[in-house]
């Protein structure tokens, strides 16, 4: 199992910046990839950023340039640096590893983008 709790969420106004952080713990060994997604309510999950054990990255197109998806690895945590934030941007932002052949979710974290 593994076991991920995300940080960082809250509420910005347009333009300003979000640091999200993503911990990890458990049977940690062998993540192949850890991402954050978002989600808004009565649309699907949306795929915002990944990271590779490689340390490869990849970004949705609507968050390329302004957001920045990182690791530490003696820290067992994934971080999403979010800067220019637009309301856009607003969504419960998960984090995501891969495994195996399975895949582990946290409970989510809010972050509202609003003047």
């Known amino acids: 199992q593994v076991q991920l709790v995300e940080s960082g969420g809250g509420l910005v106004q347009p333009g300003e910046s979000l640091r999200l952080s993503c911990a990890a713990s458990?049977?940690?060994?062998?993540?192949?990839?850890m991402s954050w997604y978002r989600q808004t309510p009565g649309k699907q999950r949306e795929l915002v950023a990944r990271?590779?054990?490689?340390?490869?990255?990849n970004y949705a197109d609507s968050v390329k340039g302004r957001f920045t998806i990182s690791r530490d690895n003696a820290k067992n945590t994934m971080y999403l640096q979010m800067n220019s934030l637009k309301p856009d941007d607003t969504a419960v932002y998960y984090c995501n590893a891969i495994r195996t052949v399975a895949q582990y979710w946290g409970q989510g974290t809010q972050v509202t983008v609003s003047s």
């Open positions: 990271i590779t054990s490689g340390g490869d990255t």
């Open positions: 458990g049977s940690i060994l062998g993540i192949y990839a």
